[in-house]
């Protein structure tokens, strides 16, 4: 089953729940002059997504498809939504369309630099360049800046079929996601490099009022101190950890 959820205004969270692993899969749809998609999902997903696309807008009058990084669950179904809405255009960081997207994609893509903005009518997105944050070189972020809207791919990641949105403390589930990597279907599931701190302390700065995981609940509240907390955690769980 595929569930819709409005997690801010003009913001909708399409969630998919995978039982054999335990996981949503979550794609972020902005209804707006020029609809934006922020994850594709999978290929086998799309039929799915599609659907709970067409409940909320026509899918072939997507404007702007976007994700993190290149990988499946972010960016697998690309091709078929360039296909169905003709005048799609794919937004990622440089080094994304150079490495991979504009070879895999049917179109060139539009690339953003750090803090360049994407206009979708009412809404601005903030383009921030992240490597290795949640994972992969090429990885970026969206801020919307009117609600402050974050959508932060793969951080806050959480296991379970969860509530869509929660206002309480998700650095816990968090935790449980990295503490237990051996245990975990993908172990060794974010790196932590010497830009990672300074990469998250930019992020918490931007002061988010919802945080848009793609998988897990949707934080609402403090983004600022949630995003200082996961800089925490990782750093003690991936760096003091491994010293002990």
Known sequence: MTNITEIAPDIYCISTY???IDMQFIQFLVKDEEPL?????LKVMFPLVREAVAKIIDPS?????????????????????????PNAQTVCSSIAAFVSVDDFA??????LAHTEVLNTGKYRF????????????DAGLLFETTHKTLLCSDLFHQFGDVEPVTESDVIGRFRQTIVNYEASPFPNYIPYTTHSD???QELAALKPRT?????????VGDGERALQDLAVTL????????KR
């Open 18 to 20: 995978e039982p054999k």
């Open 126 to 137: 903030q383009f921030q360049q992240t490597p290795q944050v949640p994972h992969g070189w």
């Open 235 to 242: 750093h003690e769980v991936l760096v003091l950890k491994e």
């Open 106 to 111: 049917i179109r060139p893509s539009k690339t």
């Open 61 to 85: 009058q997507i404007r702007w498809i976007s994700f993190s990084h290149f990988e499946a669950d972010e960016c697998g179904s690309l091709n078929e939504w360039l296909t169905i809405a």
């Open 37 to 41: 998609l922020f994850h594709t999902g």
């Open 211 to 219: 945080l848009a995981t793609m998988h897990g609940s949707t934080f």
């Open 198 to 200: 300074r990469i998250l």
